[in-house]
């Protein structure tokens, strides 16, 4: 059985910064794309970045652009989101999300982690 644990949410005033972490385990062979995704009260879950399998390519949401960045170390499993200059918008809970092609199962199946709240006050 995979599973995705995210650490790193919490509290923060506005202008500070948080770094997230998403760590992949079990029978794991490859992973594919690796993102966070996140909810807020009320909303619609959003993509928020994206990074793929060598960490060449990664994709941000408009809103975060500049003060957000994701990385990766694929020999940890882990997927990790930098975010700095945070903003009360950005309170929500982050996702962890990923590709992953397991061992013993044929495909590649889509796996989320179940989430860090990130509280931003003004």
């Known amino acids: 059985q995979v599973q995705l644990v995210e650490s790193g949410g919490g509290l923060v005033q506005a202008g500070g910064s948080l770094r997230l972490s998403c760590a992949a385990s079990?029978?794991?062979?490859?992973?594919?794309?690796m993102g966070w995704y996140r909810q807020a009260p009320g909303k619609q879950r959003e993509l928020v970045a994206t990074i793929n399998t060598g960490g060449g390519s990664t994709n941000f949401a408009d809103s975060v652009k500049g003060r957000f960045t994701i990385s990766r170390d694929n020999a940890k499993n882990t997927v990790y989101l930098q975010m700095n200059s945070l903003k009360p918008e950005d309170t929500a809970v982050y996702y962890c999300n990923a590709l992953i092609r397991e061992v013993a199962a044929p495909g590649i199946r889509v796996y989320w982690g179940q989430g860090t709240q990130v509280t931003v006050s003004s």
């Open positions: 079990g029978s794991i062979l490859s992973i594919n794309v």
